[in-house]
């Protein structure tokens, strides 16, 4: 339905903090699911956080939950994905997805409108 574009990639020391954005002036996200994705070379995507559509709940994996928050500004049609205490496994292209149904899920075969991506890189 229209271009997703994510942002607030970029490098950062393990246990540091990145702050990614998917936002859109197509469409508005508030009636979708969005789901973040990431694929380091070489892996299987995997879906890192979902939030539903309107006041949707949000779910994670074992492997980022209690460091990844996704979170929602209808008013700036933006979602978020608040990283936090970040370990050089988190390197990965980062993607966001809209998805036709109101709840959320971390399977990507669910999600049609994808971003172009963008580059987290966690090292020393």
């Known amino acids: 339905q229209g271009q997703l574009v994510e942002s607030g990639g970029g490098w950062a020391q393990p246990g540091g903090s990145l702050r990614l954005a998917c936002a859109t002036s197509?469409?508005?996200?508030?009636?979708?699911?969005i789901g973040w994705f990431r694929q380091a070379p070489g892996k299987e995507r995997e879906g890192v956080s979902c939030?539903?559509?309107?006041?949707?709940?949000?779910n994670y994996p074992d492997s980022v939950k209690g460091r990844f928050t996704i979170s929602r500004d209808n008013g700036k049609n933006t979602v978020y994905l608040q990283m936090n205490d970040l370990n050089p496994s988190d390197t990965a292209t980062y993607y966001c997805?809209?998805?036709?149904?109101?709840?959320?899920?971390?399977?990507?075969?669910?999600?049609?409108?994808w971003g172009q991506g963008t580059q987290v890189t966690v090292s020393s």
């Open positions: 939030i539903g559509s309107g006041v949707g709940t949000a």
């Open positions: 997805a809209t998805a036709s149904s109101w709840y959320c899920t971390l399977d990507a075969v669910h999600y049609h409108y």
């Open positions: 197509e469409f508005d996200l508030e009636y979708y699911a």
